[in-house]
């Protein structure tokens, strides 16, 4: 089994930072790409930013000069930097990885961590 598991969501003040982070673990011979997406209420989940395992990215529009995502191979974890928060960056926020246990290639999703922006 492969688990993905989220931490750092919480209240933000607008134009402030968090850092949120999202560890894999289980049966992993490979990760692949992983990424970070968020759902807020009543809208559908979005792309925030992908990473692959090279290290090239790509960013929502919307969070572009503000958001960075990175990622440490040996630790099987990627992060999301988020800077200049703003209310509407609330939401949900997943991780997901292509994860492979070397018989397996499939696409796994983290439980999901709050991020609140408001004053």
């Known amino acids: 089994q492969v688990q993905l598991v989220e931490s750092g969501g919480g209240l933000v003040q607008p134009g402030g930072s968090l850092r949120l982070s999202c560890a894999a673990s289980?049966?992993?011979?490979?990760?692949?790409?992983m990424g970070w997406y968020r759902q807020a209420p009543g809208k559908q989940r979005e792309l925030v930013a992908r990473?692959?395992?090279?290290?090239?990215?790509n960013y929502a529009d919307s969070v572009k000069g503000r958001f960075t995502i990175s990622r440490d191979n040996a630790k099987n974890t990627v992060y999301l930097q988020m800077s200049s928060l703003k209310p509407e960056d609330t939401a949900v926020y997943y991780c997901?990885?292509?994860?492979?246990?070397?018989?397996?290639?499939?696409?796994?999703w983290g439980q999901g961590t709050q991020v609140t922006v408001s004053s």
């Open positions: 289980g049966s992993i011979f490979s990760i692949n790409a």
């Open positions: 990473i692959s395992s090279g290290g090239s990215t």
């Open positions: 997901n990885g292509d994860i492979s246990n070397g018989n397996y290639n499939g696409r796994y």
